[in-house]
């Protein structure tokens, strides 16, 4: 039934490592996001695909690449990990369209020790 | 530089009693979007508001958007201890790029 569903909801692994974060909606939305919370709330864009295709992609270090085998799936591949890159992590989706919102997933909860 | 402004940042009140929280920018929005956020768990849409003055009600809660489509307001009224949360606003730039405000934390003690 979830709506957009996030894999893992926590991730606590050391600096320097490889992780994905999975994210899949079944809503039949168009667009899906990646959104950095911060540990003051502040929710941060880093990318945006639409039908695949990458068309926002903001300033965020190359170690962090967006994957979008299909439209209801966008991952998130990060490499060598830093302390830094701690945060919730929130994938998102939304239909085109200016009267449509975002439906969240849960979040990943990151901690880089 | 935030282009939404939020305030306040934190509001802490008592059962019952009525609040506003704002939202601005320099920048014409396409839309502009109201969310609550519970701790571990990711932020729920409450509203869209699309059209300059348009104002919209969800039970005790009234959201206006601004004339010009720059601003935001969201007003509680009896607020209840079930209202605490996160409420973030959020403006559409673009047919695909939304910006979040820094977020209000409300408390509502009983």
């Known amino acids: 039934d979830t709506a957009v569903s996030q894999t893992p909801k926590y991730l606590v692994t050391q600096m320097g490592n490889d992780k994905s974060i999975k994210c899949e909606q079944n809503?039949?939305?168009?667009?899906m996001y990646w959104y950095k919370q911060d540990s003051k709330k502040f929710l941060k864009i880093m990318f945006s695909?639409?039908?695949?295709?990458?068309?926002i992609n903001e300033t965020v270090p190359n170690r962090f690449s967006p994957k979008s085998p299909d439209k209801a799936h966008l991952n998130l591949h990060i490499n060598s990990l830093e302390l830094g890159d701690s945060a919730v992590y929130f994938c998102?989706?939304?239909?085109?369209?200016?009267?449509?919102?975002?439906?969240f997933g849960s979040g990943t909860r990151l901690t880089v020790v | 530089t935030q282009l939404l402004e939020q305030s306040p940042q934190f509001l802490s009140i008592q059962e019952g009693e009525n609040l506003t929280v704002y939202c601005n920018s320099s920048?014409?929005?396409?839309?502009l979007q109201w969310y609550r956020q519970e701790p571990g768990e990711g932020p729920v849409l409450l509203v869209t508001v699309v059209t300059g003055g348009e104002v919209k009600k969800l039970k005790r809660l009234t959201f206006q958007f601004g004339d010009a489509r720059k601003d935001s307001s969201l007003h509680i009224t009896a607020a209840q201890p079930g209202d605490t949360g996160l409420y973030l606003c959020?403006?559409?730039?673009?047919?695909?790029?939304?910006?979040f405000g820094a977020g209000t934390r409300l408390t509502v003690k009983p």
């Open positions: 695909y639409n039908n695949k295709e990458l068309i």
């Open positions: 920048s014409v929005f396409s839309s």
């Open positions: 959020a403006g559409l730039y673009n047919n695909n790029d939304m910006r």
């Open positions: 809503l039949g939305h168009d667009t």
């Open positions: 998102a989706s939304r239909p085109g369209g200016a009267n449509y919102g975002y439906t």
